[in-house]
């Protein structure tokens, strides 16, 4: 099964990504990751995607696809896997298309996490990432049980240097003008299914695993 999760930032796409990628066991490409993953290791791909990231700008379709049809080639993403943060713009979601049917195959169901611009707003602001296993917590909704250390991994906790009011503003514009459109090319495939994104974590995710009919696997 291929899935493509949608939402703004800070819906909550990443961490329902995770979660249903151990819940069902499909393989979760994060874009986002990968490039900050690049940055802090300080490839050539780090150098050049960095000035975009930190201006809360989309790395260019081109790089991006490239660094996405790598990944997907990979042998854990052979019978499936989620997407989260990809496709962005609608030549992302051509292209992984196209890619996807040379292999005979196709992508599912694109879920689209819904969540209020206000809702939006205040979960950046207090938004920690575990550096290790990259779960976000939230000072104020979802803080850590012990402070600054990962529930999953002991990992220590640090904010996105794109976190900031400026930056996640224009994050924001960004995926307003550019992702949007996203939405009405799975809605025309019919593919898309909406989430209310507002609910609790575990609701929320519970309710996309029925949604994709693996009520049986969440039973585990
Ligand atoms: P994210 O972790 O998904 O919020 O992504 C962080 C940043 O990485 C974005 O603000 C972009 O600069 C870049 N990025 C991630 N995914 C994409 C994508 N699909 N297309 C272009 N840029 C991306």
Known sequence: MFLVL????????????AMISRKVGLAHIASGDLFRQAVEKGTELGQSVKA?????????????????????NEPDCQTGCIFDGFPRTVEQAKAL??????QGKAIDKAIYVEVSDEELLKRLGGRWICRQCQTPYHEVTSPPRIPNKCDECGGELYQRSDDTEETVKERLKVYFVQTTPVLDYYRAEGKLVKVDGKRG???VSEEIIDVLGLKSVKAK
């Open 201 to 203: 974590i575990e609701e």
């Open 97 to 102: 298309g196209k890619t996807l049917a040379s």
């Open 52 to 72: 975009y990231m930190d201006k809360g700008m989309l790395v260019p379709d081109e790089v991006t696809i490239q660094v996405i049809s790598e990944r997907l």
């Open 6 to 17: 949608l939402g703004a930032p800070g819906a909550g796409k990443g961490t329902q990504a």
